[in-house]
C-alpha cells in the first residue's frame, strides 16, 4: 500500500534497525522487553481508507448509543454484581476494528470485525508509531494521528478524558495484578505523561465512600478511575475485590465499567451497515431465529463468546456437537458470525500479510467523539492477534502512517 513507500522500506530494512525500534521502545516506555510481538513495519495506509473506517466506527457507535430501545436491551446485558450506578451518557473510550476485503469491483471496503466501548493502548500506540518514523529515518511528512488531532492536541485530549479537572495524584490507572500485565509499557507512558500512578485493584482500600490506594505508606484518595480492569479476567483469576461494584462510592470513572458490556461483540446483530457482517445469539439460532443471511457454509462462521479478550474462547468452523455442547442457559453468551476473508494487503520479504485495522476514539463528557489514532494487527493465521501470530516474522502490532 501507498506505493513506492512500501517496496523502499522493505528493501531499506536490516535486522540491525529492527533491534534498534525494539530498544527504543523499550527505553521509551520503561520496559526491560515488551511482552508482546511488535511488527518490524509501519503500515503505509491512504489517508482517505482511514478517514472511511474512522467514520464508519462513529456511524455504528451512534446507531447504538442514540437508539432508546438498543440502551435498554444493552443494559440487561450487564451482569447485576457487576452493574454500576451514576453510568457516563456516552462511553470515553470506544475501539472499532476493521480488516479489508475486497468489493466486488476489485476495491478494498472496511468490514467490522467488532467494536468494543473498553481503553485500548493509547499511551503506546503513539509512542510505537513515533518510534517507527525515528528509527528507520522515515523523513518528514508522516502522521498518524487521526480527527485532525497532532502530538500535542492528542495528548491534550486525552488528559481531558483520563484526569479530568483533578490532581494526577488523585487519578489512578486501575488493574488486575498490573505488573504481570503485556500491556505494562502503556502503563508507563500514562504515568510519565499524565502523572498518574498504577494501582492494583486488589490493593486499594475502601473507607465509607471512598476509596484510596497507598503511596509511600500514605494513604491517597481516589478521585477519577482510568479503568482497565477487565470483568471476565477477574471471574477467571478469582480477584478478590475490596469494593462491591455496586457500592455507592464518591469517585468518577473514565471509562466507566458498563460500557464494558454495552457496546462489544453483544452490538452486533444490533447494526445496520454494509459493513458488518450478519450475526445472530446463538440461543436465537437454536430458537430459528436470525438464520437468513448467515452462511450455510460452516468454514465460513465462527462461534464467540460475548465478554472475553484476547481472542480467548473463538471457534472457527463450529460444528453442531460444537454448538449443542455450549449449555442452553450460556448460549445467550455466545454469538454466530460471519466470517470474512480479509485480503493480504501489507508486502512483506515473508510475503503478502493481512491488516486488522482498529480505530481508537475519545469522548470527552460533554464533548463529541473523536476519532484520534489507530492501531494494526498483522498476521497471516485465522487470528489477527499478536498472540496467534508470535512464531513468525514480519507480523504483530504496528501502526498506521500516512501522508
Known amino acids: 500500500m501507498l506505493q513506492p513507500f ?4 522493505n528493501a531499506a530494512f536490516t535486522p540491525e534497525k529492527y533491534r534498534g525500534l525494539l530498544s527504543r521502545l523499550d527505553a521509551a516506555t520503561r520496559s526491560s522487553s515488551i511482552q508482546f510481538r511488535v511488527a518490524e513495519t509501519p503500515c503505509f495506509f491512504p489517508k482517505a481508507l482511514l478517514d472511511e473506517m474512522a467514520a464508519t466506527g462513529t456511524e455504528l457507535t451512534n446507531q447504538l448509543v442514540d437508539s432508546p430501545e438498543y440502551m435498554r436491551l444493552s443494559a440487561e446485558a450487564i451482569p447485576e454484581r457487576f452493574r454500576l450506578g451514576n453510568e457516563s451518557r456516552y462511553p470515553n473510550f470506544m475501539t472499532v476494528d476493521f480488516g479489508l476485503v475486497r468489493d466486488d469491483a476489485g476495491e478494498l471496503r472496511p468490514k467490522l470485525v467488532e467494536m468494543q466501548a473498553f481503553p485500548s493502548v493509547f499511551g503506546y500506540q503513539d509512542v ?55 500491556t505494562l509499557p502503556d502503563f508507563h507512558v500514562y504515568e510519565d505523561r499524565l502523572g498518574i500512578p498504577v494501582v492494583d485493584i486488589e490493593k486499594v482500600k475502601k473507607v465509607g465512600r471512598r476509596l484510596l490506594y497507598e503511596k509511600a505508606g500514605r494513604w ?26 455496586r457500592d455507592e462510592l464518591d469517585v468518577e470513572w473514565a471509562g466507566h465499567p458498563n460500557w464494558y458490556f454495552r457496546i462489544s461483540k453483544f452490538s452486533l446483530p444490533y447494526l445496520d451497515h454494509p459493513s458488518v457482517p450478519k450475526a445472530v445469539f446463538l440461543n436465537d439460532w437454536f430458537a430459528g431465529g436470525g438464520r ?6 460452516r468454514e465460513r462462521i465462527l462461534l464467540k463468546p460475548l465478554y ?38 501489507i508486502a ?18 460533554g464533548g463529541r467523539m473523536e476519532p484520534v489514532i489507530s492501531l494494526v ?27
Open 6 to 9: 512500501r517496496d523502499d522500506f
Open 377 to 403: 494487527r498483522m498476521g497471516r493465521g485465522l487470528m489477527m492477534g499478536v498472540d496467534q501470530n508470535r512464531n513468525q516474522e514480519w507480523v504483530g502490532g504496528s501502526a498506521a502512517l500516512f501522508r
Open 292 to 297: 437468513e443471511g448467515l452462511p450455510e457454509d
Open 348 to 365: 512483506t520479504p515473508k510475503g503478502a500479510t493481512m491488516a486488522e485495522v482498529r480505530i481508537m476514539y475519545l469522548w470527552p463528557d
Open 308 to 345: 472475553s479478550f484476547a481472542g480467548q474462547g473463538i471457534k472457527f468452523a463450529p460444528t453442531d456437537e460444537d454448538l449443542a455442547a455450549i449449555p442452553a442457559e450460556e448460549r445467550d453468551q455466545w454469538l454466530l458470525q460471519e466470517r470474512a476473508t480479509f485480503e493480504p494487503v
Open 128 to 182: 510505537l508509531a513515533d518510534q517507527y518514523v525515528k528509527e528507520y529515518a522515515l523523513g518528514e511528512g508522516w502522521r498518524w494521528h487521526l480527527g485532525g488531532h497532532d502530538s500535542e492536541s492528542y495528548w491534550n485530549l486525552l488528559r481531558k478524558v483520563i484526569v479530568g479537572d483533578h490532581a494526577p495524584e488523585n487519578v489512578v490507572l486501575l488493574e488486575v495484578t498490573p505488573d504481570a500485565q503485556k
Open 220 to 245: 491517597i484518595e481516589i478521585d477519577r478511575i482510568f479503568n482497565r480492569a477487565i470483568v471476565d479476567e477477574m471471574e477467571r483469576k478469582g480477584t478478590a475485590l475490596p469494593f462491591d461494584y
